[in-house]
């Protein structure tokens, strides 16, 4: 079996956000980057497998610049065999990336394709359904356990309120809460046996795929900020404070 | 054209967010039909929502897997050109499937409505907002349903029923988890008491009693979930559940981005806290510094005492 994983290069999760000149995105250049949190669980996941004979391959996939070989660096050294680069213009959307991923499913033809749940830096969370759309694949999203026998799947999913547990056939995509597992440390001896192996590359024109936006952000702006609070001295306080809070909640409700 | 909005409910009536995306609806002034996929119950609910068209009702007993929603949601959308949904994990699974499927783009968690085709949505677990167009003739939309005004009831319109389902999917749902809890639902409650690692093994013991006397729900950091301490589902913040009640209780969590994220539209935020350097603090409205095991009893017992005396 062969599993494909797609990961995304974005700004570090522990590193501050800054809005660039223009206004209409955020400043990367000198940020720290990183291989999104969610995309790294999916490849650990995808790594598990293979480790335990359930799988046997392990593809990753980038897609954008050039500099996204870090992540792919990362990706060899957690234990992917094969590392794919797509290169892309910059600014993809989630429905354009879903249709490259399509067209890097028809050259591989994996039996699952393992993704984050979201990507930390737009949050959209739809990549992996979009894909299972395209392809005509079942999904199971925001996967939090997995298990492979018989060429099935059984994912239990993170739901409003709880947890439900799916069964379906392969080919398939499933998308990795961070609940998942916990990525492996990754040992030096590993990242420079990575920094040998080779990446391959492919060109976004090459694959034929619309690529055309379909939104555009129009301003980027930082949330209004609350304003101070105050400190007070103990639990009495507080609840007199609750309470006219909850005076003005149900005035408020009332109105 | 005319808006198609999905309906949410637990099986028996209809949930609070559903009021609310309809209120959202009005933000274009289009006709809107609420798709109700569930009882006979929900539906007539649902037909008395006020503000809408009609109810399209398919009835089943549980909800379809997203394979086989998203063909139904693009079969109804010949007919709409609007389809909007509240940011749950519902919708968060099955409309981006029936985006692709439409071969337009989705906007996820729009905090605000500003034009027909113009969104303000967080990015960076809500350290930035995104003022967003789209090109797209249908718009498939997920709002914040906490922050829109939601619908009352008005005298009932038609219910239009809609043919079963062929049973195409190849997915079975085989084991369905949902906790049930006395406590009011944590998307939509008004007062929610949240807590953090910090409380530890007495995660519950401390924190049940605070939201019991308050009427509130209870929440949890990833921290706390992840540590065991709290239930899955309790889970607030960037890969959780996003509230914004009236109050927010944080009780021992420090207030870590993707936590905030969750939680930092509520209307009046309390922390309580052992470290008074928290940044919980830079959102808190009211703050309280000290031992959590001694304060969190003692805010309880002056609530208690309070409503004695009132009652």
Same mark, same amino acid.
């Given at each position: ?9 974005v ?5 501050? /956000? ?28 995808? =790594? ?12 990753? /996939? @980038? ?20 590392a =794919? ?12 990336? @879903? ?20 990507? /930390?830096?737009?949050?959209a *969370? ?8 395209? %392809? ?11 298990q492979?026998e018989?060429?099935?799947?059984? @994912?239990?999913?993170? =739901?409003?309120? *709880? ?10 995509v499933?998308?990795?809460d ?18 040998k ?9 090459a694959? *034929? ?15 209004p ?7 007070v @001295?103990?639990?009495?306080? %507080?609840?007199?404070? %609750? ?5 003005? %909640? ?6 | ?7 949410? +409910? ?5 949930? &609070?967010?559903?009021?609310?995306v309809v !209120? ?32 399209? +009702?398919?009835?089943?007993?549980a ?14 959308? +010949? ?7 509240? +940011? ?9 499937? #029936? ?18 085709a ?6 960076y677990? !809500? ?20 922050? $829109?005004? &939601?619908?009352?009831? #008005? ?11 062929? !049973? ?15 406590r ?17 093994e ?12 308050? !009427? ?5 950091t ?6 065991? $301490? #709290? ?17 927010y ?12 994220a ?13 470290d008074?350097?928290?940044?919980? $603090? ?10 959590? $095991? ?17 009652a």
């Open positions: 079996m062969k599993i494909l994983v797609a990961i995304k290069r700004l570090d999760a522990n590193v501050p /956000v800054r809005i660039r000149a223009d206004g209409l995105d955020v400043e990367i250049s000198g940020a720290r980057m990183s291989i999104n949190p969610f995309d790294e669980v999916a490849l650990e996941e995808a =790594v598990r497998l293979k480790e335990c004979g359930s799988a046997s391959e392990v593809l990753a /996939v @980038a897609l954008g610049a050039a500099v996204n070989q870090d992540i792919l660096r990362h990706a060899l050294a957690l234990g992917a065999d094969r =794919v680069q797509v290169e892309a213009p910059a600014g993809l959307q989630p429905l354009g990336v @879903a249709k490259l991923l399509q067209a890097v499913v028809a050259r591989e033809q994996p039996d699952l394709v393992l993704i984050g749940k979201q990507a /930390v830096d737009d949050d *969370g739809q990549e992996g359904q979009m894909l299972a759309a395209l %392809l005509g694949w079942p999904q199971a999203t925001f996967v939090s356990a997995l492979i018989n060429q099935a799947l059984q @994912a239990v999913r993170e =739901v409003d309120g *709880g947890t439900e547990t799916l069964a379906l056939p392969l080919p398939a499933v998308t990795a961070l609940r998942l597992n916990e990525p492996r440390f990754i040992k030096l001896p590993s990242l420079m046996l990575a920094r192996k080779p990446i391959e590359a492919l060109s976004a024109d694959l *034929g795929v619309d690529l055309a936006p379909r939104l555009s952000v129009k301003a980027l702006s930082e949330p900020a609350r304003g101070a609070g105050r400190l @001295a103990d639990a009495a306080e %507080l609840v007199e404070c %609750l309470q006219i809070e909850g005076r003005r %909640l149900e005035i408020k409700e009332l109105s | 054209m005319s808006i198609l909005i999905l309906a949410e +409910h637990d099986g028996q009536a209809l949930k &609070p967010a559903t009021r609310r !209120g959202a609806a009005s933000s274009w002034t289009l006709p809107a039909d609420v798709l109700v996929v569930g009882s006979q119950a929900v539906a007539r609910e649902a037909a008395q929502l006020a503000g809408i068209r009609q109810v399209l +009702h398919l009835e089943c007993d909800v379809p897997v997203a394979e086989e929603l998203a063909p139904l949601l693009v079969e109804l959308m +010949h007919e709409h050109s609007v389809l909007l949904a509240a +940011h749950s994990s519902l919708a968060r699974d099955v409309l981006p499937r #029936a985006a692709a499927l439409l071969d337009v783009a989705m906007i996820g968690d729009a905090v605000r409505i500003t034009g027909p113009s969104y303000v949505r967080p990015m677990a !809500g350290r930035l907002l995104a003022k967003v167009d789209s090109r797209d003739a249908i718009q498939v939309v997920t709002v914040r349903a906490p922050l $829109f005004t &939601p619908v009352g009831d #008005a005298p009932a319109v038609p219910i239009q029923t809609l043919p079963a389902l062929t !049973g195409s999917a190849t997915t079975r749902r085989i084991a369905a988890n949902q906790q049930v809890s006395e009011p639902q944590l998307a939509s409650a008004r007062v929610v008491v949240s807590g953090g690692r910090a409380l530890g007495q995660f519950d013991t401390l924190l049940a009693p605070l939201a019991e006397t308050l !009427g509130a729900a209870l929440g949890a990833r921290a706390a979930v992840d540590a065991g $301490f #709290a239930a899955n589902e309790l889970q607030v913040g960037q890969t959780g559940i996003v509230v914004a009640p009236g109050i209780l944080a009780v021992g969590l420090s207030g870590a981005a993707q936590h905030l969750g939680m930092s539209d509520s209307d009046v935020i309390v922390a309580i806290n052992q008074p350097d928290a940044p919980i $603090f830079k959102v808190a409205d009211y703050g309280l510094v000290g031992n959590l $095991f001694e304060t969190v009893p003692a805010v309880t017992r002056a609530i208690r005492q309070l409503q004695e005396r009132q």
